[in-house]
């Protein structure tokens, strides 16, 4: 997570304004085959790699696990892939025997189209729980969809993942690497149901780069540690939850090791990509009007910090506050007192932003309350809580708790 | 908890309705003195019996307790007590050393105007965090607060320990007990900030009965096991929960005892009496328009059944959908499996009052949407979750999340 929210957003281009091409081999397509309710909507999208691709994954920890990602992390294990169709509107979850053998037979139908084998294609959805996935508009949209992939096709997958997000997440990085020109694209759907541990949303990087699968897997619970596990919108956990890695080597003339002093900047352009993606999907979270890091440090450990964040995170009351733009830091003392983590509160001081309006865990001397509501008056902004009982941080990224959030998920079937 | 919540409110009656006495020997009041910002509303509230009672007392397990808290806790190991003062309006928690002095300063004035030991004056506050308690106006409140004093006085008392309550809790039960009338009222506020472990909000209990402060321990932990820490609204714990029970004898002719036969009776109308409080509380929950007993049954034992109940009942999605009577039973599913429990969803069954929703972990055959919708329509309504893993139960009370409970708490100040 880059230091200051709105900094990340300045630094990241997005594949939709700079380059609509993909990685070197990998061709993507998104298509509406009426899934959604909404007419036109775009709901189904694959992704292909004109070469096998090695693969790594993250996949929710929540015990309800959908069809699809059973699926998928079972041939993720074998790590290597060479395509992966995603449907939304449907979550395919909760749906018992029937939603595991339609799982696998869209990765038929789409290996079939592809003439690849059925265990080189991953499958991922996300939508509605509880309803069988309608498997005659997927069969029947699966010829049409490998007839638009394209070099092209990467915002129209984008956009096809899509459930409450109001924008497509989508971002191409370049980088050097030994001479050769290596991409990385990643692309995302997030809006609700975001919480860490673990994959917290679909999202999906893919590079021409050559990495072995266990390097892979390395790189990408290293970088969700800092990106995807810490951000968080309402505290929830889906069933559906995946993030995949894939990497063809097209661009690479040999393999990136760990040890590999080329590996760096490899490494910080996947991350900055990471990055980039977990920041879009904190932006765009269901009815947020706020994007608010909350920094925790000074702490005892690093576990615990990070815990006092997000008690702090997903209280409603310090959410609603943030909504209200009131700078009530009562709420957030009271959340830190909840949060089963030892402090002393006569010690706790906090900033909003760079004003102090609490220390020795009373009112700051000084701290105007009208000074205060300018900084939560802005759209993000950061609150840093100092503990003063140790050296150890944690920063979590999240969202205001707005009316909105209600309407939307008062009124959308996840 | 009863079984069904309607009944609950049914089998008990309002002080408010009813008697309007309370105990023999205690008297109450409650004035205006000018703590709450709209003019003329109730904000100083006395309780005070003739003869000194036993008191016990539950306290909340924020790590950051209200000054009222720390004094009173203190207090109430000793077990013995004469009079509680209470303000709405102003919590005077997180005001530090000066926060302690005042919360010693309102005991020492009302004890002062009541000739009482300072040690026997209870004292609580609840409201806005972090401002320093306005000491002018309580101290010129008190005299008149002692002259108001009568034992008509607990409707004014329950109307100024409210905060965003839209309504006075409070009421009266009587039982006889060898040859004597026993009286119990008990009086509570609410609202927001409502969540189990520990005592959830104020709520104050008091008895002519004579029973030692060890019993009336006893008794009031085990009667919070089943009614105040089995309801939750936002998920949010206070600095400033306090649960009081407060015994002065003046209507037994001896002291009861748990062992005693005659103890039983007693302890269901007291139980009865703390039962109507919680429910009483979540039915007037901040923004609130569903009231919702989750219940888990076929557990592995009674704490992961109550963890998932928690679970369900705090998660952000499945009480929008309720708000939105939507018979969305995935966002249930996804809720449970994101509680850190070990369970099989493929044995789940979930029931919407009798409606089976899910069976085995899928749609139930022939639960017609239509007909879920209906019973999410009703103000009240039980969710069951069978487990099919053992015969362990638990069952709490909730509420919806609103648009309403968003701008209540996105302009009130806690």
Redesign the interface.
């Known amino acids: 997570m880059t230091p200051a929210p709105a900094a990340a957003g300045r630094n990241t281009k997005s594949a939709v304004e700079g380059s609509r091409l993909g990685p070197k081999g990998f061709q993507a397509a998104g298509i509406a085959c009426g899934i959604k309710a909404t007419e036109g909507a775009k709901d189904l999208a694959l992704i292909y790699s004109q070469a096998p691709a090695t693969v790594a994954g993250l996949f929710t ?5 959908a069809a699809p990602v059973l699926a998928t992390r079972r041939k993720v294990r074998r790590g290597i892939c060479q395509a992966l169709i995603v449907n939304s509107g449907n ?1 395919n ?4 025997e ?2 595991l053998q339609d799982a696998e037979a869209m990765a038929h139908l789409t290996a079939g189209a592809l003439h690849l084998p059925p265990q080189h294609v991953l499958v991922s959805s996300t939508g ?4 069988p996935l309608p498997m005659e508009r997927i069969e029947q949209g699966i010829p049409s969809l490998v007839a638009r992939l394209s070099p092209l096709g990467f915002p129209d997958a984008a956009e096809a993942i899509m459930t409450t997000d109001t924008r497509p997440k989508i971002i191409t990085e370049k980088v050097a690497v030994d001479g050769d020109e290596i991409t990385i694209l990643g692309m995302a759907k997030g809006a ?2 975001i ?1 860490p541990q673990l994959a917290t949303m679909l999202a999906f990087l893919l590079t021409d780069a050559q990495i072995e699968a266990k390097v892979l897997a390395d790189l990408l619970h290293e970088g969700a540690r800092s990106t995807f596990h810490r951000i968080t919108i ?6 559906n939850d995946m993030l995949l890695l894939m990497a063809n080597g097209e661009a690479s003339k040999r393999a990136l090791h760990a040890q590999d002093r080329r590996f760096r900047p490899f490494q910080e352009a996947l991350f900055k990509v990471m990055d980039h993606l977990a920041l879009a999907i904190v932006r765009d979270g269901e009815g947020r009007t706020k994007v608010v890091k909350i920094c925790v440090r000074g702490g005892k450990n690093s576990r615990a910090a990070e815990r006092l964040a997000f008690r702090v995170a997903h ?3 310090v959410k ?2 943030f ?2 733009q ?1 700078p ?4 957030i ?7 089963g ?3 002393d ?2 010690k706790v001081s906090i900033f909003f932003d760079d004003i102090m309006v ?1 220390e ?4 700051a001397p000084g701290a105007g309350e009208a000074q205060q509501r300018r900084v939560l008056q802005q759209e993000e902004f950061t609150v840093t809580i100092d503990l003063h009982a140790g050296s150890a941080e944690a920063s979590i990224l999240t969202t205001d ?3 909105d ?3 939307i ?3 959308y ?2």
């Open positions: 920890t929540n015990r309800v696990k979550a979850a909760c749906t018992g029937q939603g509605v729980i509880g309803h609700g149901m919480r309402d505290g929830d956990t889906s069933t209280s409603p009351l609603t506050a909504f209200g009131d009530n830091w009562g709420r003392m009271a959340a830190m007192g909840a949060a983590i030892a402090f509160p006569r609490v020795h865990g009373v009112h708790l707005s009316t959030y209600v309407r998920n008062a009124s079937r996840t």
